[in-house]
């Protein structure tokens, strides 16, 4: 059997479902299951944006509201938490919720397909801007996994910045916390005593690793953003399923006198923001890593685990020289004298890849922290994405640099680099070559020659092995050009050049 109870917090009052298949998404549990067709499906992928709701949880007393892809998203994934669909915007009386106004007022819906998903990641926006007033680019980023094929988006925009100055309406928080909390303290009570549910979803580290080392063959999903299109898309099923987000410990970020250690299950918003919290250079770099409610959702440890040659993360976090905390239940003696003791080991990121999305993770393993250094006075740092779209898509190239200069002499070189090999790589031949030289053209035309035949790309429906080839050097040109305070244009560096 794959199917157990879900409850969650919608309408006023929680929803009991007493049967609902582990393998089954939150779009149709939403369309099929509670005939809630106002959510609609596009892709099925996550990149159009047209299924988007919202999910609330409690954080600290308050709730936090986070829109994310229904279709992706297993129903199981929200247990415990508030939801809110594009049915839930008007009041009892019909009376139109701010976001409604002003895209009626705004002429901000055409053929209106899209516009229920549009209308979830604006009342996201609304709910956690509380009042305040919206910028054009919090609306961008708001809206950066929505997609309108009718090309409406200036008056989606207008609607984004003009639902602020309607009257402020305010949702009553309290009874939906109180809500939550009861939901919480039920779940961690049935996980305790439930340790061979198809959907298992521990509440803390010890729990998560003793399941795992019970059940080595479970699919582990640490967001879902990739496992729901296993799902969507190539109709896989799994007898058993591990959610390592609601472990506590795993979604903290914990400060320390030489880095900070982001938790596995912190998401990709969450651990962006502390990323650009010290280095503020990345942010437009990882304002491009999908779209807003992917990073909602997925979490940093997934993307790092799934090890898509072509994962965004990765490249960045190699050149920042991280390392991960990997850890497992280790059981000594039996019966009633058996002993159970968390064990970990350390390992450099680029040393955590074996082949194509493949990886040294035991079977009765997890990631469980990312430890990023702190950035230094003397750093210099950029990230790069190569893509057909600007926005809302997937690198073809991503190279990342960090250098220390002191009196214009590269003390030390990192740098990482996606879409060129089976895993992400460290580009080290280029490192070497320019370690304790002067940051000037020379060195930066020898590292360009030294990157291009490092690595050995292959062609994909995304470029060809030779435009990556080509490609790849020119990034270091334009860092060379911006650390010199030139801006440099990608169509001038790449005149010529063809995917």
Same mark, same amino acid.
């Given at each position: 059997?794959?199917?157990?109870?879900?409850?969650?917090f919608?309408?006023g009052?929680?929803?009991?479902?007493?049967?609902v298949?582990?393998?089954?998404?939150?779009?149709?549990?939403?369309?099929?299951?509670?005939?809630?067709?106002?959510?609609?499906?596009?892709?099925?992928?996550?990149?159009?944006?047209a299924?988007?709701v919202?999910?609330?949880?409690?954080?600290?007393?308050?709730?936090?509201?986070?829109?994310?892809?229904?279709?992706?998203?297993?129903?199981?994934?929200?247990?415990?938490?508030?939801?809110?669909?594009?049915?839930?915007?008007?009041?009892?009386?019909?009376e139109?919720h701010?976001?409604?106004?002003a895209?009626?007022?705004?002429?901000?819906?055409?053929c209106g397909f899209?516009?229920?998903?549009?209308a979830?990641?604006?009342?996201?926006?609304?709910?956690?801007?509380?009042?305040?007033?919206?910028?054009?680019?919090?609306?961008?980023?708001?809206?950066?996994?929505?997609?309108?094929?009718?090309?409406?988006?200036?008056?989606?925009?207008?609607? #984004? $910045?003009a639902? /602020?100055?309607? =009257?402020?309406?305010?949702l009553?928080?309290?009874?939906? +916390? &109180?809500?939550?909390?009861? *939901?919480?303290?039920?779940a961690?009570?049935?996980?305790?005593?439930?340790s061979?549910?198809?959907y298992?979803?521990?509440t803390?580290?010890?729990d998560l690793?003793?399941?795992?080392?019970?059940?080595?063959?479970?699919?582990?999903?640490?967001?879902?953003?990739?496992?729901?299109?296993?799902?969507?898309?190539?109709?896989?099923?799994?007898?058993?399923?591990?959610?390592?987000?609601?472990?506590?410990?795993?979604?903290?970020?914990?400060?320390?006198?030489h880095?900070?250690?982001?938790?596995?299950?912190?998401?990709?918003?969450?651990?962006?923001?502390?990323?650009? #919290? $010290?280095?503020? /250079?990345?942010k =437009?770099?990882?304002e491009?890593?999908?779209?807003?409610? +992917? &990073?909602?959702?997925?979490? *940093?440890?997934g993307?790092?685990?799934?090890?898509?040659?072509?994962?965004?993360?990765?490249?960045?976090?190699?050149?920042?020289?991280?390392?991960?905390?990997?850890?497992?239940?280790?059981?000594?003696g039996?019966g009633?004298?058996?002993?159970?003791?968390?064990?970990?080991?350390e390992?450099?990121?680029?040393?955590?890849?074996?082949?194509?999305?493949?990886?040294?993770?035991?079977?009765?393993?997890?990631?469980?922290?990312?430890?990023?250094?702190?950035?230094?006075?003397?750093?210099?740092?950029?990230?790069?994405?190569?893509s057909?779209?600007?926005?809302?898509?997937?690198?073809?190239?991503?190279?990342?640099?960090?250098l220390?200069?002191?009196?214009?002499?590269?003390?030390?070189?990192?740098?990482?680099?996606?879409?060129?090999?089976?895993?992400?790589?460290?580009?080290?031949?280029?490192?070497a070559?320019?370690q304790?030289?002067?940051?000037?053209s020379?060195?930066?035309?020898?590292?360009?020659?030294?990157?291009?035949?490092?690595?050995?790309?292959?062609?994909?429906?995304?470029?060809?092995?030779?435009?990556?080839?080509?490609?790849?050097?020119h990034l270091?040109?334009?860092?060379?050009?911006?650390?010199?305070?030139?801006?440099?244009?990608?169509?001038a560096?790449?005149?010529?050049?063809?995917?």
């Open positions: 059997m794959t199917q157990q109870p879900l409850r969650f919608r309408r009052e929680v929803v009991t479902l007493s049967a298949d582990s393998n089954r998404t939150l779009l149709d549990l939403l369309r099929e299951d509670l005939h809630c067709t106002g959510t609609k499906e596009g892709c099925g992928e996550g990149d159009c944006g299924c988007t919202v999910v609330g949880e409690e954080k600290e007393g308050a709730l936090h509201y986070s829109a994310v892809n229904s279709c992706i998203r297993m129903a199981h994934a929200i247990d415990g938490l508030a939801l809110w669909t594009v049915e839930d915007l008007a009041a009892p009386g019909g139109l701010p976001v409604q106004e895209l009626l007022e705004c002429h901000a819906s055409q899209c516009t229920p998903g549009f979830m990641s604006l009342f996201g926006l609304y709910q956690n801007c509380q009042g305040q007033p919206v910028s054009r680019h919090q609306a961008q980023t708001a809206l950066s996994g929505n997609l309108c094929r009718c090309t409406g988006y200036r008056p989606i925009l207008d609607a #984004a $910045q639902m /602020q100055k309607r =009257p402020i309406q305010v009553d928080e309290a009874p939906i +916390v &109180r809500a939550l909390r009861e *939901l919480k303290a039920s961690a009570t049935a996980a305790t005593h439930s061979d549910r198809p298992l979803a521990p803390n580290l010890h690793l003793s399941a795992r080392s019970a059940h080595p063959k479970a699919q582990v999903i640490a967001g879902g953003t990739d496992v729901g299109l296993w799902v969507t898309k190539m109709h896989q099923r799994f007898d058993q399923v591990l959610d390592t987000t609601r472990a506590a410990e795993l979604r903290q970020i914990a400060h320390y006198p880095h900070i250690a982001i938790g596995a299950a912190v998401t990709l918003t969450e651990a962006f923001a502390a990323l650009t #919290a $010290q280095r503020p /250079q990345l =437009p770099f990882l491009r890593f999908a779209g807003l409610p +992917v &990073r909602n959702a997925g979490t *940093l440890g993307n790092i685990a799934n090890g898509s040659p072509i994962g965004d993360s990765m490249p960045l976090l190699i050149a920042l020289g991280v390392s991960l905390v990997l850890m497992r239940m280790v059981t000594t039996k009633k004298s058996a002993r159970q003791t968390i064990a970990h080991r390992i450099c990121l680029e040393d955590f890849y074996t082949g194509y999305r493949k990886n040294l993770l035991a079977a009765d393993e997890l990631l469980a922290w990312i430890k990023v250094p702190h950035a230094t006075p003397d750093e210099w740092m950029r990230a790069y994405k190569v057909k779209r600007k926005e809302d898509d997937i690198s073809a190239v991503c190279l990342a640099l960090r220390t200069l002191v009196d214009g002499v590269v003390q030390s070189a990192s740098i990482g680099a996606g879409g060129v090999a089976a895993t992400p790589m460290r580009a080290r031949a280029t490192e070559v320019l304790g030289k002067p940051w000037n020379l060195s930066v035309q020898n590292a360009m020659d030294t990157l291009r035949d490092e690595f050995q790309p292959i062609s994909d429906m995304r470029a060809s092995a030779a435009y990556r080839s080509t490609v790849l050097p270091i040109q334009r860092f060379w050009l911006e650390s010199q305070g030139q801006p440099a244009s990608l169509d560096l790449f005149t010529g050049v063809s995917a």
